[in-house]
Nanobody, 123 residues
Framework: QVQLVESGGGLVQAGASLRLSCAASGRTISGDAVAWFRQAPGKEQEFTSCLDWNSRTYYADSVKGRFTISRDNAENTVYLQMNGLQPEDTAVYYC?????????????????WGQGTQVTVSS
């Protein structure tokens, strides 16, 4: 079983950057697909980005060009670099992994989830 722990959230002003980390333990996730989802208050959970087993990256239109997902296999960690943050990016951000390492935007396809980290962007 994989345990995922997110960190790096915080309160920033519009235009700032943050880097979220998703540290895995229990086994290596180097072959997993790993995604970042977010959920704002009163809204549905939303896919933002995914890194598949072959390190191909996929992004939602809302974050494309501003967010970058990457992986450090030595650290068994996946990162989400978020630049140009806007108030509409305010949400709890969750990382999720699926052992079947193909890209998916459907949260139901991910077996392992972290507890989430809060990102708040003020205007």
């Amino acid at each position: 079983q994989v345990q995922l722990v997110e960190s790096g959230g915080g309160l920033v002003q519009a235009g700032a950057s943050l880097r979220l980390s998703c540290a895995a333990s229990g086994r290596t996730i180097s072959g997993d697909a790993v995604a970042w989802f977010r959920q704002a208050p009163g809204k549905e959970q939303e896919f933002t980005s995914c890194l598949d087993w072959n390190s191909r990256t996929y992004y939602a239109d809302s974050v494309k060009g501003r967010f970058t997902i990457s992986r450090d296999n030595a650290e068994n960690t996946v990162y989400l670099q978020m630049n140009g943050l806007q108030p509409e990016d305010t949400a709890v951000y969750y990382c999720a992994s699926r052992e079947r390492g193909y890209y998916s935007t459907n949260s139901k396809n991910y077996e392992n989830w972290g507890q989430g980290t809060q990102v708040t962007v003020s205007s």
